[in-house]
């Protein structure tokens, strides 16, 4: 199964900072709600950490785009509540033949794009070849040979080979589903104001300022959204979100750094289960770190306990496996992960010389102190580090170049499987690596083609193995999605990658 890479990086990017922190912090899942009949009305008002890329979906990389273009752009089938399974979207009901070869979808016999005209299976067809075409994501679905359209509301994908972890890939934001022929538009004036079947419709949106959006009035689940208004503005410097929020000017904070985080009241800062996996890559372009036992060292050797309670206090937790928790079908590797043993790394690297090492990382608290801890791991098994603060997007750029020895990276799933971010491992050429992932291909051939519960499981411990036994990275920590949240807000439940549905969420008036 040939995949060239897709540009998901950034939805995978969770680097953030941490300080001091103190306390617990409510769980994601209603987010300590007071409860109550739900009103509607009023308006929500956001923080997003990064800029908004705009609606088109091939070219959305960011988790904060992915929930803003999802509550247009509505996908056939959606994350549950917290992540961990998926939910009807535009398609009220979805199934496969006998060998998993066909997936047949039944559309919501409601569901109308927000001018009014229902959604049709040949606006899905459409939507289909839209998304194969697609630089980026569209190798994700290629394993799509037709998309038929059996009568107004059922479609049949015809798939390439048995592919029973394509629903989980049609709640991607990239999976999106337009009008036939973007209604009759040239695809640029499209994207710019888009047309979508999701609870809203978009009044304006800029990158670095403002997204407005507005109730769809022709919305299939009944009674949402249940806001007159959604304002999203990028917060660029986040200092000021903990006024913002203590103050009422802002109802949500996303994907707030621990820093913040600690100077909020606890029961403004609302905490996923531990998922985003930071991890340290290795360039196997290095001479030294061709050899997988240097790498394997090199996971023996660090402090995971100081990585966890000092870089991410209170947030985070040692790895139990390269691949992030919290996922449906996780297992653990065959054998236990990494942990620090230096004993077991100096015996593994054995005379063999490795240095220095330069460490790519991003300059903020928590990314400084991820390295200053790497630095004084390695140097106690005689690797000298050298430290290369920079920016996020410096440091994907020398990523993407294959400039750098070590690299201090995050990544998460970004649909209810265990097997995403595996794909994402692979698809990136090992997460940047170099390492071989021809194994890691053959097993995700094997998942997709598996219905069970025990036999994806099991294939999910191969693959944990394989990431153990020739590493393409170290994973450090699995850390806490955080969101700040104002007393008023109500409805509102999280995914471990941090993402929300905007539809649900109400306001105590």
Same mark, same amino acid.
């Given at each position: 199964?040939?995949?060239?890479?897709?540009?998901?990086?950034?939805?995978?990017? @969770?680097?953030?900072?941490?300080?001091?922190?103190?306390?617990?912090?409510?769980?994601?899942?209603?987010?300590?709600?007071?409860?109550?009949?739900?009103?509607?009305?009023?308006?929500?008002?956001?923080?997003?950490?990064?800029?908004?890329?705009?609606?088109?979906?091939?070219?959305?990389?960011?988790?904060?785009?992915?929930?803003?273009?999802?509550?247009?752009?509505?996908?056939?089938?959606?994350?549950?509540?917290?992540?961990?399974?998926?939910?009807?979207?535009?398609?009220?009901?979805?199934?496969?033949?006998?060998?998993?070869?066909?997936?047949?979808?039944?559309?919501?016999?409601?569901?109308?794009?927000?001018?009014?005209?229902?959604?049709?299976?040949?606006?899905?067809?459409?939507?289909?070849?839209? !998304?194969?075409?697609?630089?980026?994501?569209?190798?994700?679905? @290629?394993?799509?040979?037709?998309?038929?359209?059996?009568?107004?509301?059922?479609?049949?994908?015809?798939?390439?080979?048995?592919?029973?972890?394509?629903?989980?890939?049609?709640?991607?934001?990239?999976?999106?589903?337009?009008?036939?022929?973007?209604?009759?538009?040239?695809?640029?004036?499209?994207?710019?104001?888009?047309?979508?079947?999701?609870?809203?419709?978009?009044?304006? !949106?800029?990158?670095?300022?403002?997204?407005?959006?507005?109730?769809?009035?022709?919305?299939?689940?009944?009674?949402?959204?249940?806001?007159?208004?959604?304002?999203?503005?990028?917060?660029?410097?986040?200092?000021?979100?903990?006024?913002?929020?203590?103050?009422?000017?802002?109802?949500?904070?996303?994907?707030?750094?621990?820093?913040?985080?600690?100077?909020?009241?606890?029961?403004?800062?609302?905490? #996923?289960?531990?998922?985003?996996?930071?991890?340290?890559?290795?360039?196997?372009?290095?001479? #030294?770190?061709?050899?997988?036992?240097?790498?394997?060292?090199?996971?023996?050797?660090?402090?995971?306990?100081?990585?966890?309670?000092?870089?991410?206090?209170?947030?985070?937790?040692?790895?139990?496996?390269?691949?992030?928790?919290?996922?449906?079908?996780?297992?653990?590797?065959?054998?236990?992960?990494?942990?620090?043993?230096?004993?077991?790394?100096?015996?593994?690297?054995?005379?063999?010389?490795?240095?220095?090492?330069?460490?790519?990382?991003?300059?903020?608290?928590?990314?400084?102190?991820?390295?200053?801890?790497?630095?004084?791991?390695?140097?106690?098994?005689?690797?000298?580090?050298?430290?290369?603060?920079?920016? /996020?997007?410096?440091?994907?750029?020398?990523?993407?170049?294959?400039?750098?020895?070590?690299?201090?990276?995050?990544?998460?799933?970004?649909?209810?499987?265990?097997?995403?971010?595996?794909?994402?491992?692979?698809?990136?050429?090992?997460?940047?690596?170099?390492?071989?992932?021809?194994?890691?291909?053959?097993?995700?051939?094997?998942?997709? /083609?598996?219905?069970?519960?025990?036999?994806?499981?099991?294939?999910?411990?191969?693959?944990?193995?394989?990431?153990?036994?020739?590493?393409?990275?170290? @994973?450090?920590?699995?850390?806490?999605?955080?969101?700040?949240?104002?007393?008023?807000?109500?409805?509102?439940?999280?995914?471990? !990658?941090?993402?929300?549905?905007?539809?649900?969420? !109400?306001?105590?008036?």
């Amino acid at each position: 199964m040939a995949r060239r890479p897709v540009a998901i990086s950034l939805a995978s990017l @969770a680097l953030v900072g941490a300080l001091a922190l103190t306390g617990c912090s409510q769980s994601a899942n209603g987010g300590g709600d007071a409860g109550g009949e739900p009103v509607h009305g009023g308006t929500l008002t956001a923080a997003r950490a990064n800029p908004f890329e705009g609606f088109e979906l091939d070219k959305q990389t960011l988790n904060s785009t992915f929930q803003l273009s999802q509550a247009v752009i509505e996908t056939l089938t959606r994350p549950s509540e917290d992540g961990m399974s998926l939910a009807p979207g535009l398609a009220e009901s979805w199934e496969f033949n006998d060998d998993n070869t066909a997936l047949t979808l039944h559309l919501e016999p409601e569901a109308a794009f927000s001018d009014g005209t229902p959604v049709t299976a040949e606006d899905v067809v459409f939507s289909v070849e839209q !998304w194969k075409a697609g630089p980026n994501y569209g190798a994700v679905y @290629a394993v799509v040979d037709k998309a038929e359209a059996s009568d107004e509301k059922t479609v049949v994908l015809h798939l390439a080979y048995p592919a029973t972890t394509l629903p989980a890939l049609l709640s991607w934001s990239s999976a999106g589903v337009v009008p036939k022929d973007f209604g009759g538009r040239k695809a640029a004036d499209f994207w710019q104001s888009p047309i979508g079947a999701g609870p809203f419709v978009v009044e304006k !949106w800029s990158a670095n300022g403002e997204v407005v959006l507005k109730p769809n009035r022709h919305y299939h689940r009944e009674g949402l959204p249940r806001v007159d208004e959604v304002v999203s503005n990028y917060a660029a410097d986040p200092n000021s979100i903990t006024l913002q929020l203590q103050s009422g000017q802002l109802d949500l904070a996303d994907e707030i750094t621990p820093v913040v985080a600690s100077s909020l009241p606890k029961n403004m800062v609302v905490q #996923a289960p531990e998922h985003i996996t930071d991890n340290l890559i290795f360039n196997t372009k290095h001479a #030294a770190l061709k050899d997988p036992k240097v790498r394997q060292a090199i996971g023996y050797a660090l402090d995971y306990q100081a990585l966890s309670d000092t870089a991410f206090r209170g947030y985070g937790v040692p790895p139990v496996g390269a691949l992030p928790t919290n996922s449906e079908y996780w297992a653990p590797p065959g054998k236990p992960y990494f942990t620090e043993d230096q004993a077991k790394a100096k015996e593994l690297l054995g005379d063999t010389r490795v240095g220095p090492l330069e460490l790519i990382y991003v300059n903020d608290p928590s990314g400084s102190l991820v390295a200053q801890i790497t630095q004084d791991s390695l140097a106690k098994i005689g690797i000298e580090v050298k430290l290369r603060g920079s920016d /996020a997007g410096t440091m994907l750029g020398a990523m993407d170049e294959g400039d750098f020895d070590l690299a201090a990276f995050a990544y998460n799933a970004i649909s209810p499987d265990a097997s995403d971010p595996a794909t994402f491992i692979a698809t990136t050429n090992g997460m940047y690596s170099g390492v071989s992932t021809d194994r890691l291909f053959e097993l995700l051939s094997k998942y997709d /083609a598996v219905s069970g519960a025990e036999e994806k499981e099991a294939l999910i411990s191969k693959m944990q193995d394989n990431l153990f036994e020739d590493p393409p990275f170290i @994973a450090l920590v699995h850390r806490s999605a955080l969101e700040g949240k104002g007393a008023s807000v109500q409805g509102f439940s999280m995914t471990p !990658w941090g993402n929300y549905d905007l539809a649900t969420v !109400w306001k105590q008036q």
